[in-house]
């Protein structure tokens, strides 16, 4: 089974700063990553799917890249509105997440 | 709009049996594939379950961690996804969030969740 890990667990960074979080799959899964975003009490959105591409309404600061084995999620001028959780997520031939970054504002 | 709303969560004994439900609403659901998600107290998420379309035959998938023990299953004429969880373990306990593939093959859909407590 494919082993999804994200790093790192956590970050706290200031707003207007550039962010970038990393996904490294166990087996080369191509481009087969989505991205979601989750804040607090609420349900998990998707920002990011095969591996490059902002789904509909995302704000173009967040850009995914990667491939085979591993993958990015930056954020560019990061917001308040951004402080939340973010997994990766296999999308072809078993859902694996990974276990989460958080990124705090400080 | 889309629309998934669960259904059918609550508190049950270790070993016991529970079925949750899932209403879509908003898109056109026999073309979409189906998916159960959980998320433990204070955990990250874990996918359960996958049921596709008629056309790929309702093919079901699970995680191995519910395998054996869990059952997805659709009825398209009421635009409703279900999961039939039997032998229930503390470890179910989780809010389950029902999603759907409406674009493409990812989670673009996402209901607000069904808690389930496996509790004694």
């Known amino acids: 089974n494919i082993v999804m890990t994200q790093s790192p667990k956590s970050m706290s960074i200031s707003v207007g700063d550039r962010v970038t979080m990393n996904c490294k799959a166990s087996?080369?899964?191509?481009?087969?990553i989505a991205w979601y975003q989750q804040k607090p009490g609420q349900s998990p959105k998707l920002l990011i799917y095969y591996a490059s591409n902002r789904y509909t309404g995302v704000p173009d600061r967040f850009t995914g890249g990667g491939y085979g084995t591993d993958f990015t999620l930056t954020i560019n001028s990061v917001q308040a509105e951004d402080a939340a959780f973010y997994y990766c997520q296999r999308i072809y031939n078993s859902w694996t997440f990974g276990g989460g970054t958080k990124l705090e504002l400080k | 709009a889309v629309q998934l709303v669960e259904s059918g969560g609550g508190l049950v004994q270790p070993k016991e049996s529970l079925k949750i439900s899932c209403a879509a609403s908003g898109f056109t659901f026999s073309n979409a594939a189906m998916y159960w998600v959980r998320q433990a107290p204070g955990k990250g998420l874990e996918w359960v379950a996958r049921?596709?379309?008629?056309?790929?035959?309702?093919?079901?998938y699970y995680a191995d961690s519910v395998k054996g023990r869990f059952t997805i299953s659709r009825d398209d004429s009421k635009s409703m996804v279900y999961l039939q969880m039997d032998n229930l373990k503390t470890e179910d306990t989780a809010m389950y969030y029902c999603?759907?593939?409406?674009?493409?093959?990812?989670?673009?859909?996402w209901g607000q969740g069904a808690s389930v407590t496996v509790s004694s």
């Open positions: 999603t759907a593939s409406i674009a493409a093959t990812v989670m673009d859909a």
């Open positions: 049921i596709r379309t008629k056309p790929n035959n309702y093919a079901t």
């Open positions: 087996q080369n899964v191509g481009n087969n």
